[in-house]
């Protein structure tokens, strides 16, 4: 069993940054079985929203909407992940979530609250 913990979340203005983080916790065989975390998104009213990938080997990608300005790094092995978000949007406002996958295992924190403000 992996559990995951997001932390960093806020209220921002338009423009600023927050670090999002993702720390796992389980045993140390369930968490080497994790291939990749993943951020989504969740804002009122809409359905959740992929926002980043980074898997084992540090292959890393994003979507459309954030690519440029936010940033997936860390160390799966290490039990953390984090998301830089740089040029905040009000439209970036939503709960987010990691996500872990490991093997046929499929693990969600709870989710953090960004909210920015125009």
């Known amino acids: 069993q992996v559990q995951l913990v997001e932390s960093g979340g806020g209220l921002v203005q338009a423009g600023g940054s927050l670090r999002l983080s993702c720390a796992a916790s389980?045993?140390?065989?369930?968490?080497?079985?994790?291939?990749?975390i993943t951020w989504y998104r969740q804002a009122p009213g809409k359905q959740r929203e992929w926002v980043a990938t980074?898997?084992?080997?540090?292959?890393?990608d994003y979507p459309y909407s954030v690519k440029g300005r936010f940033s997936i790094s860390g160390e799966i092995a290490k039990d953390s992940v984090y998301l830089q978000m740089n040029s905040l949007k009000p439209e970036d406002t939503a709960v987010y979530y990691c996500?872990?996958?490991?093997?046929?295992?499929?693990?969600w924190g709870q989710g953090t609250q960004v909210t920015v403000s125009s």
């Open positions: 996500r872990a996958v490991a093997g046929v295992r499929d693990y």
């Open positions: 389980g045993t140390t065989f369930s968490i080497m079985l994790i291939d990749v």
């Open positions: 980074i898997t084992s080997g540090n292959y890393t």
